[in-house]
Structures are given as C-alpha cells and as structure tokens.
C-alpha cells in the first residue's frame, strides 16, 4: 500500500490526475459491492494549462486582479498545476474537508493566503464567494455543471462555460464564455477597463463644454452684455463641435498601461468630486476668456 501511495503521489505531483484500477470476479446472481478488490494499477492523464493562461495571469497580477484556482482534483495535482501557471509562491492550500472542519472566524483570518482549493464542492464555492464578498472584493465565480448555478448566482459576476457549461449554469450566469478560456476573460477586464475609461472622456468633454456655455450666458446676462450666444448657435455647437469630437472620445484606443493600474473603487461614480471642480474650474476659465474676447470686440 506505501508503495501504491508512492507512485500516486509522483503523479499527483506531476500535475497528472490519477484513477485506481481493480477488479473482481462476481458470482452468478450476487451484487456488486465495492470489497475484497484484486488491484491492478494506477493510470495518469494529465490537462495542461493553455499555453496562454500563464501570460493572462501575470496580466491579473499587474491589474490587480487576485486570482484563486478551486478544483475538485486532489490536492498534489492542484498544486502542480498551480506551480505550472505561477499562482503558487509559499501560498496556502485548502482542501475541501479542511474547510468544513473550519469556523467562519478561523476561514476569514487565512482567506487573504489561500490561492488554491482542492477537494472541493459546489457547497464549499458558494462559501468561498460569500467569504470574499465580506472581504470587500468583487467576485467574479466560474462553473459549469448544474450545481455550480448558486455559487454563480451568488457573485458578483458569474461566469459560466459556453462549450461544457449546462444551460442551468449559463441562465444563471452574467457572462458565458464561448471558448471555455481563461485568457479571455483577462480579455474582457482589458476592454471593460478601456471602454469604461473611453466613456469617462466622452462624458468630461461634454460636461466641460455645456459648464462653459451656462457660465458664458450667465456672466453676461450678470453683466448686462448682449448674448454672446444664440440658439441657433447653441444648436450648432451642441450637434457638430460637441458631438463628434465626444464620439471620437468614445471610440479611441484604449491606453497601452491600461492592466498595470490597480482596479478602480466600485462605489466611485464617473463623476468624482475632483473631476467636477476641474470642469467648473474649465468652464469659467473658458467663459472669462469668451467675455473678455466679446468685450475686446465691442470696446
């Protein structure tokens, strides 16, 4: 028996998942019962990482994307597999039953060190999410089978396999992955974080003119000056100087630095104290300089 938990464990190690192979011979009518097996051997098989999964993870590391591999294999080949891509570096590993032998207190105190879990159920994903959850972190939760649906539904963002994935768990998923990849969801931070920041010029640039253009009126209404702006005007400026520049805002490539930066604070709106000083502060700069042109004409 040492011996058989010896080459086992070289397999497990070896990032290969392992099946046990028995037999025994059944009399004619008796049933078939798990006892008195004659071993035969062990056999390996081995599902590498994509080649591409290493270079997405160091991607999370830079954006500051913490991620944590859970897996039903056992323990060894979890750690293997994790050493392979670069997710393990002196950190814990949590099996299954060692995470029901623990108290809520206890798991939130070694949750922030845990990169791997295996042995695991779908019951344990729906803790380790709702751990994470109270840990302030935005959860995103992969799955496939049936039973993966409440974990997926419990986070933030549940992601569900579109080529082995059930159709339970892609109803109750946010996002479905049509290629089974980890590197595009990866893909998808990278265009959520440029799109997001594309919106935010799109949305400043529009704002900053509009402040200018209430500031001017104002001023010059306060001032007892002609208007220096007509609704025609207005109308021009808001269809064709406004407009396309805003929509070429919107549409420019995102920043070659855009995964080095730390993820953004979810509770923080697009428009931020700072930023809405910043376009006050532009919109009477930019409306002290149309009256002082106005009045410069006029003089």
């Not at 109750?172 to 919106?199: C, H, K, P, Q, W």
């Not at 920043?255 to 697009?270: D, L, T, V, Y």
Request: hydrophobic share 45%; with cysteine; aromatic share 6%.
């Amino acid at each position: 028996i040492d011996n058989v938990l010896e080459i086992n464990h070289a397999f497990a190690t070896g990032a290969l998942r392992v099946l046990a192979f028995a037999r025994r011979e059944l009399e004619e009518g008796a049933h078939s019962e798990e006892k008195d097996l004659v071993f035969l051997g062990l056999q390996g098989m081995i599902d590498p990482p994509r080649p591409e999964v290493k270079e997405a993870y160091q991607k999370c590391q830079q954006a500051g994307v913490k991620v944590v591999m859970i897996t039903g294999d056992h323990k060894d080949t979890a750690v293997a597999v994790a050493k392979e891509i670069g997710i393990m570096d002196g950190d814990m590993v949590l099996t299954g039953a060692e995470l029901d032998a623990m108290e809520e207190e206890q798991y939130a105190q070694i949750a922030p060190q845990v990169r791997v879990y295996a042995r695991v159920s779908p019951q344990h994903k729906v803790r380790i999410t709702d751990m994470y959850k109270k840990m302030g972190h935005v959860v995103a939760m992969t799955g496939d089978g049936i039973n993966d649906a409440p974990a997926l539904k419990r986070s933030d963002i549940g992601v569900a396999m579109g080529l082995t994935g059930t159709d339970v768990t892609k109803e109750a998923s946010d996002m479905v992955l049509a290629d089974d990849n980890f590197a595009t969801i990866v893909s998808a931070i990278e265009e959520g974080r440029g799109i997001y920041d594309n919106i935010k010029k799109f949305v400043y640039y529009l704002l900053s003119s509009n402040f200018a253009e209430v500031i001017t009126i104002f001023a010059a209404i306060m001032l007892k000056m002609p208007l220096p702006l007509l609704p025609v005007q207005l109308l021009w400026i808001n269809l064709v100087t406004d407009s396309l520049p805003a929509i070429a805002l919107g549409m420019e490539p995102y920043e070659m630095a855009i995964m080095k930066r730390p993820p953004r604070n979810p509770r923080e709106g697009i428009v931020t104290q700072g930023i809405m000083a910043y376009l006050v502060a532009v919109g009477f700069i930019t409306a002290a300089v149309i009256i002082d042109i106005i009045i410069f004409l006029t003089w």
